[in-house]
């Protein structure tokens, strides 16, 4: 045990002794501190909010200030639940500061009834609460071009995070307001320093978007739009508006700068795909992964994380021999539709060098296509949309290396 | 054979029992005409919510200059934020094939109403919101120009903006992906 900690409780014992009952109370441990014997001394007090254990130090990876993107730690993570202070995040313009006091949405357009909602209407509705997956359609760069064996599922893919959303379904506002026949678009509008805008087809309203205002059983953090947002389950992260303050039915697309400059697909055959918003089926095994190491060979469980934004992830299949033989993946229930969903699957490692991949089917039967299919039908010089087959290369020492390559 | 309830029975039961979600909830206010109007900031490519206004490239060099010209560069092309002027390549479409194209206003942006809404919106990123529509205008004119679109006297307002034809106007088309098989 550490000498100064040690002085210092018999300091407190000596302490308690001398001045009674109200002090002895304080003789548990600190928060934080760590006896040799836990069962040996009284445990650190009850406590208004809790931390992690000093212990437990996972992070972000930081990109940018303003206008950057921070990445969710995937391969420190269980389950299919993201920590809601480790979601990712994409913002365009900082993250603004919004007193729900004075917050408002304001619902105008071609609709009957032009109409602005607080906090307390919103949440006055009949709500429902579901879990989705969010994915920046950025995500994922690093297993497209430019590939190198030293990226973490982190580095790679950690622009998806998944939480419990809970809000009001956009389609019961849009009968509030009484949307007009002809309607066929709507503009979700932010209140972040960039006015952050995209235009989303109504159909999405009446299908399952969402005005959510609770994550993962609390107020939506900052960084995910508090105190509103909108959730389009299923599409591109950008589509899914922060700070949503108005909305805008009209007939046509407004051309924002994210569905027309960004956000868009230019293809091999001289066009460019826009208002792409469905995230494709993806996975990726998230252990064992860079930076890891296998200390042994033996029996090790693969994990890892599967999702479409087209419904549920049917199957997904592994293969530990470099793609020539893949067999079906255990799916951790439940399986919900345009969500994570947990795979495992266990591996005996003889100490060969190998390739372990993952591949994703989808309830609309897509499978989840190699790196050589999806170049060749998307071009190297697509931006977005990398929901290609990942690799990792398990070496003869155990070291673990991203194993996708040119 | 049931007989039917009585009428009174019945209603009540309804009351009770099958009363569903009303219509409207009546949650919410109505919206005064000045609010919608000190939020509703978008504008579309047929030029709807373009505002009073005007300004040519000429007028736009000296905003360009003091507003924005410390990170996009003294003629939009060096950085360090995004280039947004440049026709390169002047034949085709390749973005497809080739990562290291910069895709800009002259080559890539489809509507000339993008920018104005969005310099309107989001720009300059330290002080975003603070351009008066003439100014506005008179940048959206400039980069047109920067960018071989227009000439440096063409009047830039409401009436024009949505008849500037873009140069890859014509390549953008809607997602075709529809899951199933086929990976397109």
């Known amino acids: ?406 | 054979m049931r007989r039917s309830l009585p009428l009174g029975i019945a209603v009540a039961l309804v009351a009770t029992l099958g009363s569903g979600p009303p219509a409207r909830f009546g949650f919410g206010r109505p919206a005064r005409a000045d609010e919608i109007a000190a939020w509703n900031i978008s504008v579309r490519p047929d030029g709807k919510g373009l505002p009073p206004g005007s300004g040519t490239a000429r007028d736009g060099a000296a905003i360009y200059a003091s507003r924005c010209a410390s990170c996009h560069g003294a003629t939009g092309r060096e950085g360090p934020a995004d280039p947004m002027v440049g026709r390169e390549p002047r034949v085709g479409f390749p973005f497809g094939r080739d990562p290291t194209l910069v895709r800009t206003i002259g080559n890539y942006w489809p509507y000339a109403t993008t920018l104005y809404d969005y310099i309107d919106r989001a720009m300059p990123l330290s002080s975003p919101g603070s351009l008066a529509p003439n100014e506005v205008y008179s940048l959206v004119a400039y980069l047109l120009w920067r960018n071989e679109v227009i000439t440096d006297t063409a009047l830039v307002d409401a009436r024009t903006l949505p008849r500037v034809a873009m140069p890859a106007r014509s390549r953008f088309v809607i997602d075709n992906r529809r899951g199933g098989r086929e990976v397109r």
């Not at chain 1, 996975?283 to 090790?300: K, N, Q, Y």
């Not at chain 1, 100490?351 to 060749?376: C, F, H, I, K, W």
């Not at chain 1, 190297?380 to 003869?396: D, K, L, M, Q």
Request: aromatic fraction near 10%; charge should be neutral; proline fraction near 8%.
């Open chain 1, 1 to 406: 045990m550490d000498p100064v900690r040690m002085s210092r409780r018999h300091l407190f014992t000596a302490a308690a002794g001398a001045v009674g009952v109200a002090v002895l109370h304080r003789t548990g441990l600190t928060q934080g501190e760590v006896p040799a014997d836990p069962t040996k001394v009284p445990g650190h007090p009850l406590s208004e909010l809790g931390q992690r254990s000093p212990f437990e130090r996972p992070h972000r990876v930081v990109g940018g200030a303003y206008q950057g993107a921070s990445l969710t730690p995937l391969q420190e993570l269980f389950g299919i639940v993201t920590p809601a202070d480790l979601h990712y995040e994409r913002h365009h313009a900082g993250v603004p500061s919004i007193d729900p006091h004075h917050y408002k949405l304001l619902i105008h357009g071609m609709v009957e009834r032009p109409t602005i909602f607080d906090l307390e209407s919103l949440r006055r509705f009949p709500a429902v609460s579901r879990l989705h997956f969010l994915e920046c359609s950025g995500n994922g760069a690093p297993a497209y071009r430019n590939l190198r064996p030293d990226v973490s599922p982190q580095q790679i893919d950690g622009l998806t995070s998944t939480s419990e959303w809970t809000g009001v379904p956009l389609a019961t506002l849009f009968r509030e307001v009484g949307v007009r026949s002809g309607a066929k678009w709507f503009l979700a509008e932010g209140e972040d320093a960039a006015v952050m805008a995209r235009s989303i087809p109504i159909g999405k309203a009446w299908d399952d978007a969402l005005i959510a205002y609770g994550q993962n059983g609390e107020p939506l953090r900052p960084e995910q739009g508090y105190p509103a947002r909108l959730l389009v389950p299923g599409w591109e992260g950008s589509a899914n508006v922060k700070w949503i303050r108005r909305i805008e039915v009209a007939d046509q697309p407004f051309m924002t700068r994210e569905e027309t400059s960004k956000y868009t697909d230019p293809l091999p055959n001289g066009t460019a795909r826009q208002f792409s918003f469905t995230m494709d089926a993806k996975s990726l095994i998230t252990f064992p992964a860079f930076p890891v190491t296998l200390p042994e060979r033996g029996w090790w469980e693969i994990s890892g994380l599967a999702w479409s934004g087209r419904g549920r992830v049917t199957r997904v299949e592994v293969s530990t021999d470099a793609g020539r033989g893949w067999a079906p993946a255990e799916l951790q229930g439940p399986v919900l539709p345009k969500c994570h969903t947990r795979f495992r699957f266990l591996w005996r490692w003889e100490g060969a060098e190998t390739l372990l991949m993952s591949r994703a089917t989808d309830e609309t039967g897509y499978v989840q296509p190699t790196l050589a299919e999806l170049r060749n039908v998307r071009g190297s010089g697509t931006a977005y949309h990398f929901n290609n087959i990942r690799a990792w290369r398990v070496r003869r020492d155990g070291r673990v290396f991203f194993g996708l390559e040119e």
